[in-house]
């Protein structure tokens, strides 16, 4: 599996948005609005692939919050792909592109369906249960 930060509006990007409105907004009968879209624009976009060109099968984003934190969101695994590790390569693969940074915090909004992935992973809770796209989060917070 190859790991890439990609551009925004790049023709990965658009293969990005595909599988991430598959596994994290049809499932919940959503989608993504342009001003969504819009907030990916100074991330970092990250992905994985078959090879250099092939079909994506994993992505998330990092966004910085401030000097120390950045935010680790839409995390998504395409459905064939999933419990086999991915997730938790694609993981490292962030913190590892947040520690060249020099960030030293990962902070996340985790689904309640996916706290076991990150707690796997050295994530701990943080606060209390809240509601987002319609279900059950948790801060989760790791340092890196
Ligand atoms: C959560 C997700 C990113 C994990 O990716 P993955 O490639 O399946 O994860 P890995 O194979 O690296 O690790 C899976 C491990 O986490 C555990 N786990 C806990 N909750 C899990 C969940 N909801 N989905 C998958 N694995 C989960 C598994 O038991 C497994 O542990 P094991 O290796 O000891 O058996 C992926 O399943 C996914 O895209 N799910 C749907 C979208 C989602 O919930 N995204 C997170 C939003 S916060």
């Known amino acids: 599996m190859v790991f890439q930060i990609i551009e925004y509006n790049s023709g990965e990007y658009l293969q990005m948005v595909d599988l991430r409105y ?5 499932p919940l009968k959503l989608t993504f609005t342009p001003e969504d879209l819009e907030k990916d624009k100074q991330d ?5 692939r078959y090879s250099p060109e092939g079909k994506i099968t994993g992505c998330c984003i990092l966004t910085p ?3 120390h934190t ?3 969101r839409q995390m998504a695994v395409a459905d064939f792909m999933r419990g086999k590790g991915l997730g938790s390569e694609l993981l ?4 590892t592109t947040a520690s060249e940074r020099m960030f030293s915090y990962i902070y996340l909004h985790a689904r309640e369906t996916a706290i076991d992935f990150y707690k796997k992973n050295g994530y701990t809770i943080e606060g209390d249960r809240f509601i987002e796209v319609g ?7 790791k340092k890196l």
């Open 135 to 141: 279900i059950p989060h948790f801060e989760m917070i």
């Open 70 to 72: 950045i935010q680790l």
């Open 44 to 48: 970092l976009l990250l992905i994985s």
């Open 22 to 26: 598959e596994v994290l907004r049809k």
């Open 65 to 67: 919050l401030n000097e």
């Open 92 to 95: 490292n693969y962030a913190e």
